[in-house]
């Protein structure tokens, strides 16, 4: 089993900066992927971004591309999204997750909420 913990939410004005983590424990050895998902009211859960664990290659979804960076500490277990020009839209929960065998995302952590005013 593997355990998600997420912290660093809040709220913050629109062209602000929020920097997401997210600590795993457990069964990390065999981590494939780690990402970052958001749900905003009444939408679905979209992906936001991915790093590989041991490549360190890095994916976006077009939305956030230039805005927001993610980053790994593998001595930490811990992945990070550096989020700067928020924008209202980016509100949302967001949620860490961990590919542990390389066939999607399996573990899951509670969210943090992310609130952006215009």
């Known amino acids: 089993q593997m355990q998600l913990v997420e912290s660093g939410g809040g709220l913050v004005q629109a062209g602000g900066s929020l920097r997401l983590s997210c600590a795993a424990s457990?069964?990390?050895?065999?981590?494939?992927?780690m990402g970052w998902f958001r749900q905003a009211p009444g939408k679905e859960r979209e992906f936001v971004a991915a790093?590989?664990?041991?490549?360190?290659?890095?994916y976006y979804a077009d939305s956030v591309k230039g805005r927001f960076t993610i980053s790994r500490d593998n001595a930490k277990n811990t992945v990070y999204l550096q989020m700067n020009t928020l924008k209202p839209e980016d509100t949302a929960i967001y949620y860490c997750?961990?590919?542990?065998?390389?066939?999607?995302?399996?573990?899951w952590g509670q969210g943090t909420q992310v609130t952006v005013s215009s």
């Open positions: 790093i590989n664990w041991s490549a360190g290659s890095e």
């Open positions: 457990g069964r990390t050895r065999s981590m494939y992927d």
């Open positions: 997750a961990a590919n542990s065998k390389g066939i999607g995302y399996d573990y």
